[in-house]
């Protein structure tokens, strides 16, 4: 990830002012150093550490979305007791009259994402494998009456009649409305939409689906720590994409980069997946692909330059297309 651009710019604070918005839990006195922490690409994060011993803390900023600072408040005292996540100390959902973007103020989680942690070639992943497929199962379990996208209190901001025809409306949008479809090409817009048409019948499968669903698990947003040779999750990041759909997006997400994933962790995910109850339709693998194709296309769709992105999503659409032409999703 450290290749890719930044979606939004880093906001910028000296000192003094964070000093100032530790004031809401904190006396700032207190408060030894702060760093920006370089992982993220949308938000800001500073890693802040005190005097004596005090635990250190984050401050995040909420750049991309104000609205997600209440939403990942919300879903923090939901959550927290079930799933694996920093404790959420403070938030601010409105922007203050200083200028300053909503923030929050989280315990620092220790650990590294989950991309790194694999990269460095960890002899067994089996079991951390297993244990991410629990997490996922665990999340899923979280049911909704509806489908949609959420405001900051849980409810539904943008409604679907149905989870298939709220994502459709979001790529047929991206595709034939936004500049994803430019970048793309007419010739792959038309193999991208033709896939769906003729996988109609396989999403119908999940069409009802209203669970809660992370939008965003993958490599990046899960921390691993390691204590006595033994590596587990210590946290999963970054709520802000949260909505009511169907898991197996998520599960497409964290299969996004099947090809660098280790031996048995791909089965070993789900084989934990299901041990917690997660559920399964026939189909799923080709069904999580193209959920997860649908947000590869929704990553290009964006007016602003980021050549790195446009190449890195152009290459997975490309790779995702080539599995479907060659069986490999069968």
């Not at 079991?127 to 049911?143: N, Q, T, V």
């Not at 992105?309 to 290459?315: A, L, R, S, V």
């Amino acid at each position: 990830m450290d290749h890719l651009e930044r979606r939004t710019e880093t906001y910028s604070l000296n000192f003094s002012q964070i000093e100032r918005l530790l004031r809401s839990i904190h006396q700032p006195g207190d408060l030894a150093t702060c760093e920006l922490i370089p992982s993220g690409k949308c938000n800001t994060n500073y890693l802040l550490r005190f005097k004596e011993t005090v635990k250190p803390l984050v401050l995040r900023l909420y750049v991309r979305d104000p609205l997600a600072c209440a939403l990942e408040w919300q879903l923090y005292h939901m959550l927290r007791n079930s799933i694996p996540m920093p404790e959420m100390h403070f938030a601010s959902f409105e922007s203050s009259p200083q200028g300053f973007p909503p923030f929050s103020i989280l315990s620092y989680a220790e650990g590294i994402p989950l991309g790194d942690y694999l990269s460095r070639a960890p002899e067994d992943t089996e079991l951390l494998a297993f244990e991410i497929g629990c997490i996922l199962a665990d999340i899923s379990k979280y049911k909704l009456h509806q489908a949609g996208f959420f405001t900051t209190d849980i409810q539904f901001i943008y409604p679907f009649t149905d989870v298939i025809d709220g994502y459709l409306t979001h790529l047929a949008q991206a595709l034939f409305h936004g500049v994803a479809g430019e970048k793309l090409g007419d010739e792959r817009v038309r193999r991208i939409w033709k896939l769906y048409e003729e996988n109609t019948p396989l999403l119908e499968t999940v069409r009802e689906s209203a669970e809660l669903v992370h939008g965003d698990f993958g490599l990046w947003n899960i921390l691993v720590k390691e204590e006595d040779g033994k590596a587990y999750v210590n946290a999963v990041l970054d709520w802000e994409f949260a909505h009511s759909g169907t898991c197996l997006l998520d599960i497409g997400h964290m299969l996004r980069y099947r090809r660098l994933l280790p031996g048995r962790f791909e089965n070993r995910f789900i084989e934990g997946f299901t041990f917690s109850g997660g559920q399964l339709p026939e189909g799923w693998r080709r069904i999580a692909s193209l959920l997860d194709l649908m947000c590869l296309c929704d990553m290009l769709n964006t007016t602003k330059s980021f050549p790195a992105w446009d190449q890195e999503m152009d290459d997975l659409i490309r790779a995702t297309l080539r599995d479907w032409e060659d069986g490999s999703l069968f």
